[in-house]
């Protein structure tokens, strides 16, 4: 499972480009850069458009933000649905989850950064609407991770002491932490090893 956003397509948008590729050349911007350390020059390379264009789409720089998250949001729905769907025991839909957040911690994917990791260290700046979208993104995955945990508990793959939500928090916090460390440099095999001990915490 990858955690690259995928394509839509919108209507009524300019054919002279297309919305949704606009959206995904932007996500790395803000990935790496924040809200706040991202300017409009920083999205005209890009993106490939001319600041006249990206105000012709967009109102203003938080306008692109607010719709980069809300189209990075459109796979994490699918990711998450995906495993919910997935036909196994809840330690192996968790074993899933984690993993397939795990791969976008090393390399070029986590030096690069979360859209929504790096949105969430500067909450407090964001506007109402920018501010709820991460906060939501934030609690659709742990509802998720709980909903494996508690799973998992009634299928026998995991213990059947756990405490679900408070599980659920802990294992959210170690991927949030991931993400942040990825953008060290960390290597596959280390972010491997942490997965496969958290998931012996639970087994």
Known sequence: MSLEPPSRK??????SFDLDQVLDR???VFS????????ISDLKPATGLTAGSLYKCFTDKND???QALEHYGQHRKALLADVAAHQGRGVDKLTLLLEAY???????AGKRGCL?????????????????????ALAEVEAALEATIVEGSRDGSMRADLDPPATASLLWC????LRLVGKTGIDRKAVSSVV??????VT
Not at 10 to 15: I, M, Q
Not at 102 to 108: A, F, I, N
Not at 174 to 177: E, V
């Open 196 to 201: 496969q001990q958290a998931l012996r915490l």
């Open 26 to 28: 932007a996500i790395p």
């Open 32 to 39: 790496e850069r924040g809200l706040n350390g991202t300017a």
């Open 102 to 108: 795990g791969e976008k911690c090393s390399g070029d």
């Open 174 to 177: 170690m991927l949030l932490g």
């Open 64 to 66: 692109i933000f607010r």
């Open 10 to 15: 919108t209507a009524g948008r300019p054919r």
């Open 116 to 136: 929504v990791v790096l949105s969430t260290a500067e909450l407090s700046g964001l506007d109402e609407v920018s501010r709820g979208l991460v906060l939501s």
